[in-house]
């Protein structure tokens, strides 16, 4: 080709560049990412080398943004959840969104385009808009939540610090089922279950933007306060003492289906310097939402020893001395080394009768449990706890009165 003809290509080719970047104009969402992929396309046909260069600093931005020690979430109690806000898309477009570490597994939010005019109960829900994000792709399959349907799309994510690049579900049909009542325009699940959705879950998705694969959970409802708060990165919690040791984590049954299940060696309580051990060689679930634990009888007799507690067959529980609370220690040694602990005081197991006006335990006792524990909404009153999602670890650590 002659010099004189290469000359004239360069100039042209100069000429459409400038067409693209000369005029700063304010343009559209739509336009914005039309005139984006006008300018992918011609660098991909004639200029290979810049377009490679495009995609690395657009992946480089996304890393900057993304990579951090670690980010605090700061939630708020609505009746029966802890909620937040993130923003997702380019433009970020917000919403307040139920943070779910124990029952859900993937984000979820509603499609702009899905009929809600007939259950906005709680007001005008946020929904999310595909065609004016510039950074939105569409993925293959359907989504499924229940009975709620939708389909799959990827998008930037910004949760408080952390920003990322997530795959998530849109709903598009059936969204009565599930928000009619709820406050929330979705659902973000921390939960470590592998996704019915055939996607990673959404935990799974930002941890590997963090300095450690690891979520912190602080959620605290003493004196109606809703406190809750999670930190993504890192076992340090404003709220929380220094945590134990890791356990692992027993893989999911879901049959139960509650939270987090971790093995239980002993249970132990000391009375009058004697220590008196059982050999318990059960599981433990983790259950926020109760209102007690649950437990069989070779338990409550560990809580009758450590606490003195006599049956009332009025009120039909066993009263105990309302001072025990910040006392009557139940140590349950877990995990697979024996050696890691986590302490029980009376603030964990006993509640209050106004009525009464007197405390008792606050365990519901059924032989069907078959030995296994599960720990009630007094637990997280006064317990923080961490898992690591890439060793599907746990630790515990005391709240800090607050």
């Known amino acids: 080709m002659a010099k004189d003809q290469i000359s004239s290509d360069q100039i042209a080719k100069d000429q459409i560049i400038r067409q693209f970047t000369a005029h700063q104009v304010q343009l559209s969402p739509k336009a914005s990412i039309a005139k984006k992929h006008r300018i992918e396309s011609f660098l991909k046909q004639h200029n290979p080398h810049a377009f490679a260069g495009m995609q690395r600093m657009e992946r480089g931005f996304e890393q900057k943004f993304s990579k951090l020690g670690s980010s605090f979430v700061d939630l708020t109690e609505t009746y029966h959840a802890w909620v937040g806000n993130i923003s997702v898309g380019t433009p970020p477009q917000n919403f307040t969104v139920e943070f779910d570490p124990f029952y859900a597994v993937d984000l979820e939010l509603i499609d702009s385009k899905a009929v809600l005019t007939d259950y906005q109960t709680d007001g005008v829900k946020r929904t999310y808009d595909t065609n004016v994000s510039s950074s939105y792709v569409k993925k293959g399959g359907y989504f499924s939540d229940h009975e709620i349907n939708g389909y799959i799309g990827s998008d930037i994510v910004n949760i408080s610090e952390l920003s ?41 998705q930002f941890v590997g933007k963090l300095d450690k694969p690891v979520v912190t959970v602080f959620m605290n409802k003493r004196h109606a306060n809703g406190l809750a708060q999670l930190t993504l990165g890192s076992e340090n919690e404003i709220y929380c003492e220094n945590n134990s040791d890791y356990v692992p984590l027993l893989p999911m049954n879901k049959n139960h289906n509650y939270g987090y299940q971790f093995h239980l060696n002993t249970a132990a309580a000391t009375v009058n310097g004697v220590e008196v051990s059982v050999k318990m060689n059960t599981t433990v679930f983790l259950y926020p939402y109760a209102g007690y634990n649950y437990c069989d009888k070779t338990f409550e007799s560990i809580l009758i020893v450590a606490t003195g507690a006599i049956y009332n067959s009025t009120t039909e529980h066993y009263h105990v001395d309302c001072g025990l609370k910040s006392s009557a220690q139940v140590t349950l040694n ?69």
């Open 164 to 204: 990322t690049k997530m795959t998530f579900g849109i709903l598009n049909d059936n969204i009565e089922s599930l928000y009619e009542d709820e406050s929330t325009d979705g659902l973000f699940g921390l939960h470590l279950f592998p996704s019915e959705n055939r996607i990673t879950s959404a935990v799974e």
């Open 334 to 402: 877990i995990g697979d080394k024996d050696h890691t602990t986590l302490v029980l005081t009376g603030a964990d197991y006993l509640k209050y009768d106004d009525d009464y006006d007197t405390c008792y335990l606050g365990v519901a006792v059924d032989p069907s449990y078959n030995g296994e524990l599960y720990l009630g909404h007094e637990f997280f009153n006064n317990h923080c706890f961490s898992y690591n999602v890439n060793d599907k670890t746990i630790a515990f650590s005391d709240a800090k009165n607050i």
